[in-house]
């Protein structure tokens, strides 16, 4: 049998090397000038055919998608939803009146929520003569006289100045 395997061989070896000229043949006798062609034709077919119908394709899509959608809410989760709140109320006894959320004053953080401590201590003031601070406008702060008007500082005349004295 081993006397076999060897023309078996040669023949295999001598076919493989007949396939291997004719592959380089066809590839640059047909292929090869072919590709930039081939190139150039897809790309113009992508261009022409394929870019303008995407974005009506990908809308078309996006319809069929939202139609589904809503299909699937209309036929199947609102009547589910339905039957699972009818059970419940079977289940527990109560109605559709009796499912009616609790009122603002009393939700679920209210009633979870830890009370705050109070301090018994008041809280510290400064008081002061006849000025004080207040806040005109955010971030600005202003002397006010306790009396309302512009206090006369030295002398005879009145300015009109808000300074204080000290």
């Keep these: 049998m081993g006397a076999a395997k060897k023309p078996i061989k040669k023949v295999k070896t001598a076919v493989n090397k007949q396939v291997k000229k004719a592959t380089k043949f066809v ?16 790309k113009a077919v992508d261009k022409t055919l394929v870019e303008p119908l995407e ?5 078309v899509i996006k319809g069929v998608k939202n139609v589904a ?9 609102k009547p589910y939803k339905k039957v699972v709140e009818e059970v419940k109320d079977t289940v527990a006894g109560t109605d559709k ?10 939700t679920a953080s209210a009633r979870t929520a830890k009370e705050r401590q109070q301090s ?13 601070m207040r806040t005109r406008r955010k971030g600005k702060k202003a002397l006010v006289v ?3 008007g512009a206090t006369n500082v030295g002398g005879g005349g009145a300015t ?7």
């Design 160 to 166: 009109g100045l808000n300074i204080p004295k000290g």
């Design 27 to 42: 590839d640059k006798k047909v292929v090869e000038p072919l590709e930039k062609p081939v190139k150039k034709v897809v």
């Design 69 to 77: 959608d809503e299909i699937f809410e209309e036929v199947v989760e």
């Design 97 to 106: 009146t009796d499912r009616n959320p609790p009122s603002t004053s009393q």
């Design 146 to 148: 306790a009396g309302g």
């Design 55 to 59: 974005k009506p394709v990908k809308k």
């Design 120 to 132: 018994e201590e008041p809280e510290a003031t400064v008081e002061t003569t006849k000025t004080k």
